[in-house]
């Protein structure tokens, strides 16, 4: 990597607002802080609006129905979440592309009923061409994929749910 290179990604990072950023090649290490820990807090702050966006939207169309309709609807979700809550979340740790499989010839790292380890990769997410794996950080079975193979991810969005027991 040639100076002009350097200074160009250090630059690039000034202006993206990222408060960390760490590159690794074969021969070069290269971590760059800004120091900026507000931006760091904006910047989650903003890749959750889409989220919560998105759940009003169903809950809109929800009442369309006849009148009996919204109270089954409304206990579902509630009972859903109740089961969900003995399941520990993998979230996201990066924005980026999630994949299940290594290559698409390949098969899934893991599927639904699988047993995980610590330290067992779950999936990979590509991120500014960078594939990153995703390591299970409990061990258990997995009860759920809540993301589609291709997909993007944003931070701190739930990928899997594992049954720790």
């Not at 760490?22 to 807090?41: S, Y």
């Amino acid at each position: 990597m040639e100076l002009k290179d350097i200074q160009n990604l250090i630059k690039f990072v000034a202006k993206s607002g990222a408060s960390e950023v760490k590159l690794e090649m074969e021969d070069v290490k290269i971590t760059i802080r800004t120091g900026k820990e507000e931006t760091k807090a904006e910047t989650t702050f903003i890749q959750q609006v889409p989220t919560m966006a998105a759940a009003p939207a169903p809950a809109a169309a929800a009442p369309t129905p006849t009148a009996e309709a919204p109270a089954p609807a409304a206990e579902a979700p509630a009972a859903a979440s109740d089961d969900d809550s003995k399941y520990i979340t993998i979230k996201s740790p990066i924005i980026g592309t999630f994949y299940r499989k290594p290559s698409p010839d390949k098969p899934s790292f893991k599927e639904v009923g699988d047993s995980v380890a610590v330290g067992d990769v779950l999936c990979v997410i590509e991120a500014m061409k960078l594939f990153n794996e995703i390591e299970s950080e409990v061990s258990g079975k997995i009860v759920k994929v809540l993301v589609d193979d291709s997909s993007p991810v944003e931070f701190d969005q739930p990928l899997f749910l594992i049954d720790p027991s």
